[in-house]
Each structure stands twice: as C-alpha cells, then as structure tokens.
C-alpha cells in the first residue's frame, strides 16, 4: 500500500493497484493486507475503481475491511468485474443507517486505541482463469496521533 505523498495531495492518505497477476496472487478466498489504521486513528473513506477491464472471469466479489474472516466494513460484496463506475463506502461500518450516514455526510468508522490492519478479501471460484483487469484502492485514513 503507497502512502500518498504532499505533491500528489488530494482526498486519499492511502492506495494500491492491483493488476490480474496481484488478484491470481491472493487466489480464492485470500487476503492481502493494504492498509494499516494507527493507533488513535480511523478510515473516513474508501473507494474502489476498476480502471481495466476484466477478462476470463464474471465472479469476481472484493471485500475491504478489518475483520480478517470477513473484512466487510469498508467494502461489502463488491461484484468487481461486473462495477461499471467506482464504488465507495459500500461496507458495513458505513451502512448502518444512521442519520449521518443516510444524509450523505461522512463519518470516521473503526476507531481504535490500537493499530489495526485493512484488508482485501478476493472471491472468485475462476481466478486462475482471469487474463486481464486493473483496480485501484483508495483509503482516507485520519491519524490523530501524529499530532501528539
């Protein structure tokens, strides 16, 4: 996961990009860890873009979140080859339906007084098959201890 730096600025603290090859790396049912929370932190945003297109699979289901068996709080059940514009937000830290949430106001989930890592969680029962496909993975993470 790259660390954004001050020139490229912008709304994400965090990303990575993952081509095919990555996706046939983690397999089925695999995960990868992308991210960490610090201690005293929290992920205001995360986002997924497809930014190639996919090829030799219709299967293909992300998962980005915290819960290694089951890392939904970010992502939830992404259909990832089948996304035709990004997804952000879709987890089930961010849907849970409180009035910040359903207003479209953003707030910081999976606060923590220790570090903890993020996950990708990679579905898809053809993944040797896939031949193509690009996606990139942005994080605003808030580090509230880097002021201490």
Do not use: W
Request: with cysteine; charged share 15%; hydrophobic share 45%.
């Amino acid at each position: 996961m790259a660390k954004v730096t001050v020139n490229e600025g912008g709304v994400f603290t965090d990303y990575v990009r993952l081509d095919y090859n990555d996706l046939k790396a983690i397999g089925n049912g695999g995960t990868l860890v992308i991210a960490t929370i610090p201690a005293h932190g929290a992920v205001e945003l995360c986002g997924v873009a497809k930014t190639v297109a996919v090829a030799g699979t219709t299967t293909l289901v992300f998962d980005v979140g915290t819960t290694l068996a089951d890392p939904d709080e970010f992502i939830n059940a992404l259909d990832a080859d089948a996304m035709t514009a990004p997804a952000f937000n879709t987890g089930d830290q961010f849907t849970l339906g409180t009035a910040t949430n359903t207003t479209g106001l953003v707030q910081a989930v999976k606060a923590g007084a220790s570090a903890v890592d993020v996950y990708l969680k990679v579905t898809d029962s053809a993944i040797a098959s896939i031949t193509a496909g690009e996606f990139v993975i942005g994080l605003r993470i808030i580090d509230l201890a880097k002021f201490s």
